[in-house]
């Protein structure tokens, strides 16, 4: 069985074939898959789709469409929390260090999530470039009761660890994959077992080799792949134990 921890089947990419999509990565063995929102606009897509006995969903406010967010929307997710107890996570949220003249505002919406995460008890997904350093530095200050996810990691070691000993996990995706990413590669080869989901962030976030095309959850097992032969592990090794951490960190029940 496969886990993607994240990916965004809400998002218009899917529209003219969403259902397709889904059937091909079941094909492969992802058995479950993880929806955050992004937008209160989006909202109700997301939701839509926890109709599927195999998809979750989270539900947040991005840093990249900072434009999109209104104060407001920090009271509604409040609401929607409470009205929704099947959102098993919050998020994707984050601070995106490369648009440096919106970090203030990034914090503000940032800050506010982290702390209805911890009002609801509920994990947090992290969107974090370029911040982990000050971001692991936050959530030590709130000490989340529930920890979470931290998205799309490419950090070091080091940056790793303290991630790890707030309780949090780490998110590898289509990043693995490239020759390139040395750092990371030495970073996913020193993780403990239970450290670390996999994801495809798809539509986004492509892999080695398919750069320019839509990214699809079926790609989730090339990431496996990748992960199992950096760390000297089976893939059937990596989707087992990648799949528990992801099933324990969000609740997942069986599909």
């Known amino acids: 069985m496969l886990v993607d921890a994240h990916c965004h ?10 259902a397709d999509v889904i059937e091909a990565a079941k094909a492969l063995g992802v058995r479950r898959f993880v929806v955050p929102g992004t937008t209160r606009a989006r909202w109700q897509q997301v939701l839509a789709l926890n109709e599927r006995a ?10 990249y469409f900072l434009d999109q967010h209104q ?8 609401h929607m929390l409470s009205e929704h107890p099947e959102v098993v996570a919050v998020g ?14 990034q914090w503000h919406y940032f800050d506010a999530q982290l702390k209805l995460a ?3 008890a509920l994990p947090v997904v992290v969107h974090c470039v370029r911040a982990n350093d000050k971001v692991a530095q936050r959530l030590r200050q709130l000490a989340l009761p529930q920890a979470g996810l ?13 991630f790890i000993d707030l309780g949090f996990k780490l998110g590898l995706g289509g990043a ?4 390139r990413a040395k750092r990371l590669h030495k970073t996913v080869k020193a993780l403990p077992d239970d450290a670390f989901v996999l994801e495809t962030d798809s539509p986004d976030m492509p892999l080695s080799g398919h750069q320019g095309v839509r990214n ?10 990748a992960v199992a032969q950096l760390r000297g592990q089976t893939s059937e090794e990596i989707a087992a134990r990648s799949s528990a951490t992801a099933t324990q960190l969000f609740g997942l029940a069986e599909s």
Not at 216 to 225: F, G, K, L, S, T
């Open 9 to 18: 089947l809400d998002f218009a990419q899917f529209d003219d074939d969403r």
């Open 54 to 63: 195999d998809i979750s969903v989270c539900l947040g406010l991005h840093p």
């Open 71 to 78: 104060e407001a929307d920090i009271d509604s997710l409040d």
């Open 92 to 105: 994707e949220c984050g601070i995106d260090g490369r648009f440096s003249d919106s970090v203030e505002a």
């Open 118 to 120: 911890k009002q609801h």
């Open 150 to 162: 931290i998205h799309a990691f490419s950090g070091s070691i080091e940056q790793a660890t303290k």
């Open 176 to 179: 693995v994959t490239y020759e």
């Open 216 to 225: 699809e959850p079926q790609r989730i097992a090339e990431v496996c792949d």
